[in-house]
């Protein structure tokens, strides 16, 4: 059983900052990519920011020079530090990893969702 736990959202201003965590727990062997997605009302699911196991990020060009994606191996956790946040970022964020469970061969990855955090930025 794998569980990801999401905290940090919540309401701020134009202009604002927040961040957000997401820790992996539960029976984990290896965790490959781990990241944040968002989905806004009316609009699909997109990627904000993606980190591979080795550091490697990748970023929407939307938040690029805003946000920055981090990640604490020995934690399991992926931070999301969000600053000059606009109205336009208003989503629920979810996190996702991919997460092996088990050391044997014939296991293999699976992309895990936390249940979402909402992030809203208004005056």
């Known amino acids: 059983q794998v569980q990801l736990v999401e905290s940090g959202g919540g309401l701020v201003q134009p202009g604002g900052s927040l961040r957000l965590s997401c820790a992996a727990s539960?029976?984990?062997?290896?965790?490959?990519?781990m990241g944040w997605y968002r989905q806004a009302p009316g609009k699909e699911r997109e990627l904000v920011a993606a980190?591979?196991?080795?550091?490697?990020?990748n970023y929407a060009d939307s938040v690029k020079g805003r946000f920055t994606l981090s990640r604490d191996n020995a934690k399991n956790t992926v931070y999301l530090q969000m600053n000059s946040l606009k109205p336009e970022d208003t989503a629920v964020y979810y996190c996702n990893a991919e997460i092996k469970t088990s050391y044997s061969i014939y296991s293999r990855y699976s992309r895990y969702w936390g249940q979402g955090t909402q992030v809203t930025v208004s005056s």
């Open positions: 539960g029976s984990i062997f290896n965790i490959n990519d």
């Open positions: 980190i591979t196991r080795g550091g490697s990020i």
